[in-house]
């Protein structure tokens, strides 16, 4: 292959690049610092001291729109069914009865009544702790994940959510989620841990399980748009 063919495009890949570049709303940079704007407040200080400067994150492979982690569990027939579960009658010996029908759990589906692993919350209910002690395999189940909030769990409605791409850029860009849908994405399994985890036990170890001592940290598969591809149409300035 000569070297001139090896820097031609790639044909196929034109009309795509074309459709996504029509993605997205054209925003000026007024309108990107009114939001920006909007977004700082005081309540933002000390919630993200160690988050990554604007450089780091371009130097890095970042998942913007991550999608999954949504649980919408049934309510429990019954109180002694663990949390996310119901409670149905257990036969002497099962292979020689019917099963039940599907649809009870409302078309979703719920965890085994005979799973009772849970997470942990901390006194203020600000974090939660993946129980690790019997966690089975790499991937931590969604209703399972550790969590970690500043301010409470936001409640957003996605048809409102907007990302904005400003700053450094050529073309300040605003997306939906709708639009965010319509790139092509990539799946990848990581893992989590909060800088916290093990924080309690700076000093000596004091926690009575692995989950209480190091349960801030998760694994799952993480589905949505990099960011190098979110910052072909915008293009990053080269100022």
Same mark, same amino acid.
């Given at each position: 292959?000569?070297?001139?063919?090896?820097?031609?495009?790639?044909?196929?890949?034109?009309?795509?690049?074309?459709?996504?570049?029509?993605?997205?709303?054209?925003?000026?940079?007024?309108?990107?610092?009114?939001?920006?704007?909007?977004?700082?407040?005081?309540?933002?200080?000390?919630?993200?001291?160690?988050?990554?400067?604007?450089?780091?994150?371009?130097?890095?492979?970042?998942?913007?729109?991550?999608?999954?982690?949504?649980?919408?569990? =049934?309510?429990?027939?019954?109180?002694?069914?663990?949390?996310?579960?119901?409670? /149905?009658?257990? %036969?002497?010996?099962?292979?020689?009865?019917?099963?039940?029908?599907?649809?009870?759990?409302?078309?979703?589906?719920?965890?085994?009544?005979?799973?009772?692993?849970?997470?942990?919350?901390?006194?203020?209910?600000?974090?939660?702790? *993946? =129980? $690790?002690?019997?966690?089975?395999?790499?991937?931590?189940?969604?209703? $399972?994940? /550790?969590?970690?909030?500043?301010?409470?769990?936001?409640?957003?409605?996605?048809?409102?959510?907007?990302?904005?791409?400003?700053?450094?850029?050529?073309?300040?860009?605003? /997306?939906?989620?709708?639009?965010?849908?319509?790139?092509? *994405?990539?799946?990848?399994? /990581?893992?989590?841990?909060?800088?916290?985890?093990?924080?309690?036990?700076?000093?000596?170890?004091?926690?009575?399980?692995?989950?209480?001592?190091?349960?801030?940290?998760?694994?799952?598969?993480?589905?949505?748009?990099? $960011?190098?591809?979110? $910052?072909?149409? %915008?293009?990053?300035?080269?100022?």
């Amino acid at each position: 292959m000569s070297a001139a063919h090896s820097e031609c495009p790639d044909i196929q890949a034109i009309p795509i690049e074309q459709a996504l570049s029509r993605l997205g709303e054209s925003i000026s940079e007024v309108e990107a610092r009114e939001v920006a704007a909007r977004e700082n407040c005081e309540c933002k200080k000390g919630m993200f001291a160690l988050a990554a400067t604007r450089r780091q994150l371009f130097g890095g492979a970042g998942l913007v729109a991550a999608v999954g982690m949504t649980s919408i569990l =049934p309510r429990a027939t019954e109180a002694k069914a663990p949390p996310g579960a119901v409670e /149905y009658s257990v %036969p002497e010996d099962p292979t020689k009865e019917q099963g039940r029908l599907m649809g009870d759990d409302g078309g979703y589906g719920s965890r085994s009544q005979f799973e009772n692993e849970v997470r942990w919350f901390n006194p203020t209910r600000t974090a939660s702790f *993946t =129980p $690790l002690q019997t966690g089975y395999g790499i991937i931590t189940p969604s209703g $399972l994940h /550790y969590e970690r909030h500043h301010a409470g769990i936001p409640n957003i409605d996605p048809t409102k959510h907007r990302l904005i791409i400003h700053g450094m850029v050529d073309r300040p860009m605003k /997306y939906s989620l709708a639009d965010l849908r319509r790139f092509p *994405t990539i799946s990848r399994t /990581y893992f989590m841990e909060c800088s916290g985890t093990t924080g309690r036990e700076l000093m000596k170890a004091t926690e009575p399980t692995v989950q209480r001592s190091h349960g801030l940290v998760s694994t799952s598969e993480w589905t949505g748009v990099p $960011l190098s591809t979110l $910052l072909k149409p %915008p293009c990053v300035s080269a100022r």
